[in-house]
């Protein structure tokens, strides 16, 4: 039996990861911890929650033991353009908290997840059809951060034998809990705007093509890379994985279809715009399609008509 503790839980991919493996393996065996204390809401109602700062080793460590933890998905982070920010705060989580998960994990024999980025790669990668193996030259210090990352999953998957695996994930859109500063964070705050006020200023201009992923195919690649045959994994840490790449026009276009006076214009993020310039235009994700059947089953048309119907139905109940 399978017990999973959850770094990171309230954030973007953790909210929802969390109710989706408790689904799957049963809320008492599903861990979520935070370093807000989260104590009401479906978090705290479906299974256990934990307050826990990844930068402290003993707390990770006391966890996993009280648990008896043997998979963690370690999800705390600091998103790209935060990270520009205050990029002590992004090595500080991004690196420092990885080290303690993977050492807490080596001491008691546990597999991680890890979720690298698009932003693994930099300027000097090649932009179309991104390959798995390639250049990873990142200007941004989340992106440096993401690099480190892989190394040291890769490291001690080697030198352990530590079972860790992981995706570089694109922008991730979704209607829950709202991403926390990214870059791709646009393509999340555009369907909300577009049903509150019918009309977006977009951080990033019209050209800017980006890889992106709605959440259920996000859950879905944590999940089924963790139970992949491991005999089949030529690669583990970090596999390319996309759903669909657009820029800030073809994404306006779509939501027209639906609401046909929503307007966009433009006010480009200086920050935003060059850690956006140095992400790949579209990824080459076909090593996770063969290694373990990576798979996505939305695309721009049918995440649009989903978000916009979810979106809609809150702001209506008015909920937003
Ligand atoms: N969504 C992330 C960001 O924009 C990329 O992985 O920072």
Not at 131 to 136: E, V
């Amino acid at each position: 039996m399978k017990n999973i503790l959850l770094t990171g839980c309230g954030g973007q991919i953790g909210s929802e990861l969390t109710l989706e493996l408790r689904k799957r393996y049963g809320g008492s065996n599903v861990i979520g911890s935070d370093k807000r204390i989260i104590t009401t809401g479906p978090l705290a109602e479906t299974g256990p929650m934990e307050t826990m700062d990844v930068t402290n080793a003993a707390e990770i460590d006391a966890l996993v033991k009280k648990y008896h933890i043997d998979t963690i998905y370690h999800l705390a982070a600091v998103l790209s353009a935060v990270g520009e920010k205050n990029p002590g705060l992004a090595w500080n989580i991004g690196v420092n908290g990885l080290y303690n998960v993977l050492e807490v994990a080596r001491e008691n024999g546990c597999a991680v997840f890890f979720p690298s980025s698009i932003g693994a790669f930099g300027p000097t990668t090649p932009l179309d059809f991104t390959p798995q193996d390639t250049i990873q030259r990142p200007v941004s210090m989340y992106g440096v951060t993401k690099v480190t990352g892989e190394l040291l999953c890769d490291y001690y998957h080697t030198r352990y034998g530590l079972d860790t695996r992981g995706v570089r994930f694109p922008g991730i859109i979704s209607n829950d809990t709202l991403p926390g500063g990214g870059t791709t964070d646009y393509a999340v705050e555009i369907y909300y705007e577009a049903i509150k006020k019918k009309k977006f200023t977009c951080p990033l201009p019209a050209g800017t093509f980006l890889d992106m992923m709605y959440m259920p195919d996000a859950i879905d690649a944590a999940i089924n890379l963790m139970e992949a045959d491991p005999k089949k994994l030529k690669h583990r840490n970090s596999f390319n994985v996309t759903a669909m790449s657009f820029d800030p026009e073809i994404i306006a276009a779509e939501i027209r279809k639906h609401i046909p006076d929503f307007q966009m214009s433009y006010n480009p993020d200086p920050v935003k715009v060059c850690i956006a310039n140095s992400w790949p235009n579209k990824m080459d994700d076909s090593c996770a399609r063969a290694e373990w059947g990576w798979n996505p089953k939305y695309n721009l048309s049918s995440m649009t008509v989903d978000m916009l119907k979810v979106i809609g139905e809150k702001h209506a109940k008015g909920i937003l």
